[in-house]
């Protein structure tokens, strides 16, 4: 006879039977995470030929007209065959002073638009390298000086997660130095000057110079600025040789903040920024620019201290008036009240002789 504790027990056994059912068959889970998509690596060169071998970069001179022709080696370091797009872009300095290529889509005005490549877009089998041709065509009429661009490879944007878009990309840079006269000039504009000063009359102040810089010639400059002060009567004097120029384009311009400590707040302080140059590989600098500025520094703290002083003596005064004209009325006051009480007439007062 089955009992009741008999069938419980029987319907637990074919429950636990049909666990263990469902998992050695596979039931059906939750989706898996979308896997990363596998890793690619590639690297860029410069072609060993009659140009040179082991090149860093591309580095040419031509005149006007003349027509170059050059490689880039694109080798596929991956396990799997690569695609990646080629193209020619110009170059200009990001906001860390950098040197950086336009995206692709971006039109080129300058080295990207005098470069044809024999392809803009190869496929490279895993562990192997292509060499892609290119030439390099200088406009007739175009304007002496240094430019700069690059070959690039990009693998095209990938997401990135959260709608954003990255696009993979190596390049080689390119400078190029058309033939003629070259001329090394820096500008300096935008200048504004703020003065932190000490409340305390024994420590200086801190002076915040910030300017725009712009090379304004036609070739590639390296150098350094320098930041100077002078209190009233040239007491005071400060200078500073701060960040060097590693590299500034024709055209391109940056802005710099300069703080220099111990500036005493001499009432009016004068001071000037200049910039050295020279073109880039040239060690010898020149003076290239310069623009000076003045900016009222007054030592609020001796300010006040004698304004304080000052009304202090004044209110002195005030109080040492009052106390003799309240003395004047008391005194008159009493030689009034005795004059009365003499019965004599009241002393009238005489006009001086």
Do not use: C
Not at 260 to 270: C, H, I, Q, S
Not at 310 to 332: K, Y
């Amino acid at each position: 006879m089955v009992t009741t504790e008999s069938r419980r027990l029987l319907a637990t056994l074919l429950a636990a039977l049909a666990v263990v059912a469902v998992v050695l068959l596979g039931w059906p889970g939750p989706a898996s995470a979308t896997t990363e998509p596998e890793e690619v690596t590639w690297g860029v060169k410069t072609a060993d030929n009659a140009h040179g071998e082991a090149r860093a970069n591309y580095q040419y001179e031509l005149a006007p007209g003349q027509t170059l022709d050059d490689a880039i080696v694109v080798t596929n370091y991956s396990e799997r065959e690569l695609t990646v797009a080629v193209y020619a872009a110009d170059g200009f300095l990001n906001e860390s002073a950098q040197l950086d290529l336009l995206p692709a889509g971006t039109p080129s005005e300058h080295v990207g638009a005098w470069v044809t490549l024999a392809a803009d877009e190869v496929t490279i089998g895993a562990g192997e390298a292509v060499e892609i041709d290119f030439r390099l065509t200088v406009p007739p009429n175009v304007t002496p000086g240094d430019y700069a661009g690059g070959i690039v490879t990009s693998l095209g944007p990938a997401d990135a997660g959260d709608g954003l878009k990255v696009d993979r990309r190596l390049g080689a840079r390119l400078h190029l130095r058309v033939e003629g006269e070259l001329e090394p000039s820096l500008g300096i504009s935008d200048v504004e000057v703020e003065h932190s000063g000490s409340w305390l009359p024994w420590e200086a102040g801190v002076a915040t110079v910030t300017f725009t810089l712009e090379n304004t010639g036609n070739v590639r400059l390296s150098g350094r600025h320098t930041v100077s002060f002078s209190g009233l009567l040239g007491l005071g004097g400060r200078s500073s040789v701060v960040v060097d120029l590693e590299e500034m384009l024709p055209g391109t311009s940056f802005q710099r903040t300069v703080e220099l400590e111990g500036v005493w707040p001499l009432v009016r302080t004068t001071g000037a920024v200049m910039a050295e140059g020279a073109p880039v590989g040239v060690e010898r600098l020149m003076p290239l620019a310069r623009a000076e500025f003045a900016v009222w520094t007054p030592p609020w703290s001796v300010t006040l201290g004698l304004a304080a002083l000052a009304g202090l003596v004044v209110l002195s005064r005030l109080r040492a008036r009052a106390r003799r004209r309240a003395e004047d009325r008391r005194v008159a006051a009493a030689v009034a009240e005795a004059v009365a009480g003499a019965g004599l007439p009241e002393p009238t007062a005489t006009a001086p002789r």
